[in-house]
T-cell receptor, first 112, second 114 residues
Framework: DAMVIQNPRYQVTQFGKPVTLSCSQTLNHNVMYWYQQKSSQAPKLLFHYYDKDFNNEADTPDNFQSRRPNTSFCFLDIRSPGLGDAAMYLC???????????FGQGTRLTVV | AQSVTQPDIHITVSEGASLELRCNYSYGATPYLFWYVQSPGQGLQLLLKYFSGDTLVQGIKGFEAEFKRSQSSFNLRKPSVHWSDAAEYFCAVGNTGTASKLTFGTGTRLQVTL
C-alpha cells in the first residue's frame, strides 16, 4: 500500500546532541510537511517542501532544519535538542497544496 | 490568521449512542475543513474533508460532518458509536490556495463506555 513511513517510531536523544528523524513516502506527492505535537496539544506546522522549495513557518525555531534529497524522502534535523523539544513529530504529504494531507505514524522523541 | 476551536476537551458516550463533536473555525474566506482521528501513540488518519459543494460530507467509519457557514461550524457526527471509536479527534482548517497547510484545533478526546 502507498503510504507515509516514519523512522524510527521512538527516538531517545541526549540534551544537545543532534538528531535526525526520517520520513519516506510511496505516494509520489509533491508536498511534504513536518508537524510538532507536544503532549496533549494540537499538531503545529514547522515547515514544508513543495518539490525542492523549502518553506519555513515564521515561528519555527532555528534549531529545526529539514532536508529533502529527493521526492520520496524528507528529514527533520534538530541541531541541539532541548528538553522542550520532546514531542511527537509527524510527517505528512499531499499531492498539491490544495489537496488533503496524509500523515505518517509519527516519531516520538524523548530528550534526556 | 485562521483558527479552530474545539470546545469540548473530553467527551464520554456509551457504545451505540450517537455522537456529535463540535468544531468552530475562524477564516475570512471559504475554508477547507478536515476531521482527523488519532489513536494513542499513532499518527493522524483523515476521516473526511470539505472543500466545496454539498455541505453534508460523508467520511470513513460511518462519520459525517456538516459545514454551516452561518455558524462557522463543521461538527462531526456518528449515529452509533463503537468502542473502537475511542480516540482523539482533531478538526483542522486550511486556507484558500494552501488547503493542506493545516491549523488544528486542540482536539477532543472521546471515551466510549460499554
Amino acid at each position: 500500500d502507498a503510504m507515509v513511513i516514519q523512522n524510527p517510531r521512538y527516538q531517545v536523544t541526549q540534551f544537545g546532541k543532534p538528531v535526525t528523524l526520517s520520513c519516506s513516502q510511496t505516494l509520489n506527492h509533491n508536498v511534504m510537511y513536518w508537524y510538532q505535537q507536544k503532549s496533549s496539544q494540537a499538531p503545529k506546522l514547522l515547515f514544508h517542501y513543495y518539490d525542492k522549495d523549502f518553506n519555513n513557518e515564521a515561528d519555527t525555531p532555528d534549531n529545526f532544519q529539514s532536508r529533502r534529497p529527493n521526492t520520496s524522502f524528507c528529514f527533520l534535523d534538530i541541531r541541539s535538542p532541548g528538553l522542550g523539544d520532546a514531542a511527537m513529530y509527524l510527517c505528512a504529504t499531499s499531492r498539491a497544496l490544495v489537496t488533503e494531507a496524509f500523515f505518517g505514524q509519527g516519531t516520538r522523541l524523548t530528550v534526556v | 490568521a485562521q483558527s479552530v476551536t474545539q470546545p469540548d476537551i473530553h467527551i464520554t458516550v456509551s457504545e451505540g449512542a450517537s455522537l456529535e463533536l463540535r468544531c468552530n473555525y475562524s477564516y475570512g474566506a471559504t475554508p477547507y475543513l478536515f476531521w482527523y482521528v488519532q489513536s494513542p501513540g499513532q499518527g493522524l488518519q483523515l476521516l473526511l474533508k470539505y472543500f466545496s459543494g454539498d455541505t453534508l460530507v460523508q467520511g470513513i467509519k460511518g462519520f459525517e460532518a456538516e459545514f454551516k457557514r452561518s455558524q462557522s461550524s463543521f461538527n462531526l457526527r456518528k449515529p452509533s458509536v463503537h468502542w473502537s471509536d475511542a480516540a482523539e479527534y482533531f478538526c483542522a482548517v486550511g486556507n484558500t490556495g494552501t488547503a493542506s497547510k493545516l491549523t488544528f484545533g486542540t482536539g477532543t478526546r472521546l471515551q466510549v463506555t460499554l
